[in-house]
């Protein structure tokens, strides 16, 4: 890999990692002939979106109407918004809703009706239903918020209800695969018992699960209509934590210049800060926060063979990171070096820094990049 | 303040509360004849960079090549890089070099050498001092390491020793004026010392210190010759909970989308996440995590009277965020309210948001938004 030209963070992307994962997850959903609507909040690439056109992904999960707006410019025809409908942006979803099949989630009844108002165009709304996650959606008890939900979108034609959809965020609190299927399995029956009730009423709702370690880890999705996990595109360290891939399954790498190195504390600074990689983390066993794991740069991209005897990136500043070596690795780097990090989480990374380049020095977007345009 | 027009997470920007915060540590700083060169990393702002030349100020700090390149397109000549050499960019460096009068923090003999070779501008270096932070910077009893320093600096006509400089990022970490005050003692007594040294070699050096926390919270600055804080220009809960400002000098809001309430465990859900805020937080009395505070809307702004009884902000994922009211406070909003939130680090959220809009509707530049021209 000629990393000679790289004067600066920058987020590099192995295509071929990148196109494995997308691919895995494709084979497998279609052999068990579940839907997958991959979420594309992670990437956010009109480049990478391609790589999963190509592999026949039709349908696709974002998490803001600027995300919509963004893959709808790339062709995207099928576009659920997974996130509660934010009322304020009416106008633009429905412009949004005269291009593509726009999917929506509600979770009470005068959001409904502000929908039913203010557009004009089919739109599908899913009811976001809270699977133990308690962030977002509707109690699955809670039948009463469900039927008035129901009643208002029954009183506008353009308005048709898709089914119960959930995203299992407490899977991220798992360390094990018999702990993520157990989340699995619950969150799937929750729905699937909705489903149930309302299937005479509504019999084309569908349900739609979406997360990542799920959907890695969960050898038989079940009954499921739909999945929409979106972090394995590239997964991260957090991924690699609860068992959801390998390190050699990471499709990014942060590239920092090394600026300084202090031989007494055994420590590396480098161009690369919070601006960057963004501040999520891990903890190591020794209570230490981990915000990144170095890997080796090779000719045709990077190796992880000593990724858990190589440094570690101990602390973030707004510009700076501070790299723990120990005696035997302080030697690898001097200023002027490069070194390559996997991030602690990809999708706010690939967020933090805005853009990509391929191993192979292909420049590729990042809707970050084109919000100011 | 007309928020109807509001409809995503907008980072508000009350110029008159800014404009104070500069006015008064520039006066603070003219009267006891220190020379002030604000850190401009926190606004990162063309516009906001107007505000202090208006005020005098005609020196700044950086912290990066690209943002020194941003500034210098707005005129500014006169700018310290506040980060370690990153001697992969030394062309670029080279070339600002020739537009401005440029400053760099050296640690390293090495570093000193390729700059000494690859430009042919004068360039001002300081040698950065580690006063106690321990992120970058020499010791200063590293006498051997400065020595070779400068004399490589002396084989180079258009390289100069400006002399040395230092932040006490550890002052953060201080909860009273009295700690902050130590750090600043300390950290003074330490250039002053090193100053003293090397006087009668280099009759013109100065030291420089740069902090947030030292410049608001102490009174007499001492013999210092350059401060160089950043943060002031508009404070956040951090700040305030070091003791460095009130409430009422913070001089950004961010203006969020409630989009979601949960009645059974009194939160609201917003749109505003790690994406727009950053994932800085402060640790509340009982060990939980507040990542912002709400303030009251007003018609020229903002109000902070009820902000120590107003919902927090605990929670951040990409784009959510999670709020905890209490029964009393439930009721603030309902979807398609718009909250505000005071952040808890102000140059991360900005950088994360990359725009500005004033209270009265103006937009604000930011270096990030213009990142990727």
């Known amino acids: 890999m000629n990393l000679a030209s790289v004067s600066k963070p920058t987020l590099l992307l192995d295509r071929e990692i990148c196109r494995r994962n997308i691919y895995l997850l494709k084979e497998k959903a279609k052999q068990q002939g579940v839907d997958l609507r991959p979420h594309f909040k992670t990437h956010q690439s009109g480049m990478i979106g391609e790589w999963f056109r190509e592999m026949g992904i039709e349908k696709i999960t974002v998490s803001s109407v600027g995300m919509a707006q963004y893959f709808s410019h790339f062709g995207w025809q099928d576009i659920t918004i997974a996130f509660p409908v934010n009322i304020r942006e009416i106008n633009v979803i429905n412009a949004l809703a005269s291009k593509a099949h726009l999917g929506l989630l509600v979770m009470d009844a005068m959001?409904?009706?502000?929908?039913?108002?203010?557009?004009?165009?089919?739109?599908?709304?899913?009811?976001?239903?809270?699977?133990?996650?308690?962030?977002?959606?509707?109690?699955?008890?809670?039948?009463?918020?469900?039927?008035?939900?129901l009643h208002r979108i029954d009183n506008y034609s353009h308005l048709h209800f898709s089914g119960f959809l959930a995203h299992a965020g407490h899977s991220y609190q798992k360390r094990s695969q018999a702990e993520v299927q157990v989340v699995y399995d619950e969150s799937l029956r929750i729905l699937l018992n909705l489903k149930s009730q309302y299937l005479s009423s509504y019999p084309y709702i569908k349900v739609s699960l979406g997360d990542t370690p799920g959907a890695s880890m969960v050898e038989d999705f079940g009954v499921v209509d739909e999945l929409r996990p979106g972090n394995y595109v590239f997964y991260d360290l957090m991924q690699e934590e609860i068992g959801a891939c390998r390190f050699d399954d990471i499709a990014v790498a942060m590239a920092c210049p090394v600026v300084a190195v202090h031989p007494e504390r055994n420590q590396w600074v480098i161009y690369g800060g919070a601006i960057h990689f963004s501040k999520d983390f891990l903890l190591a066993g020794d209570g230490k926060k981990i915000f990144g794991r170095m890997v080796d740069s090779t000719e045709s991209g990077w190796s992880t063979e000593n990724v858990s005897s190589n440094p570690v990136l101990v602390s973030l500043s707004q510009e700076h990171g501070i790299v723990q070596c120990n005696k035997e690795t302080f030697s690898l780097c001097k200023p002027g070096d490069l070194s390559l990090w996997l991030p602690v989480h990809s999708c706010l990374t690939a967020d933090a820094i805005g853009s990509y380049s391929t191993t192979s020095g292909e420049a590729v977007d990042h809707y970050r990049g084109h919000l100011y345009e």
Chains 1, 2 share one sequence.
């Not at 959001?111 to 739109?123: A, F």
């Open 111 to 149: 959001t409904v009706d502000e929908l039913g108002k203010k557009t004009n165009h089919p739109i599908s709304l899913w009811i976001k239903i809270d699977v133990g996650t308690h962030r977002t959606g509707l109690g699955f008890q809670n039948i009463q918020a469900i039927d008035e939900i």
